[in-house]
């Protein structure tokens, strides 16, 4: 289960760096029920938010 949870947010971040679509598409890509449950997820596993983390990817 950790190891998929793990993939589903890999491929939200890799989304998330090419600026690919927002919320519930990228969630739906991703595996994910909805938007909130990725959103908790990836605060769970990253730290970050995912808002947070987008702005930090254009930051660099």
């Given amino acids: 289960m950790a190891s998929g949870r793990r993939e589903r947010i890999a491929k939200?971040?890799?989304l998330m760096e090419q600026g690919?679509?927002?919320g519930k598409p990228r969630a739906d890509r991703c595996g994910?029920?909805?938007s909130d449950v990725m959103r908790r997820t990836f605060?769970?596993?990253t730290g970050?938010?995912?808002t947070l983390y987008r702005r930090l990817v254009r930051q660099a």
Avoid: K, W
């Fill in 12 to 14: 939200a971040r890799q």
């Fill in 43 to 45: 605060v769970r596993v």
């Fill in 48 to 50: 970050l938010t995912p």
């Fill in 20 to 22: 690919v679509d927002n």
């Fill in 32 to 34: 994910f029920a909805s």
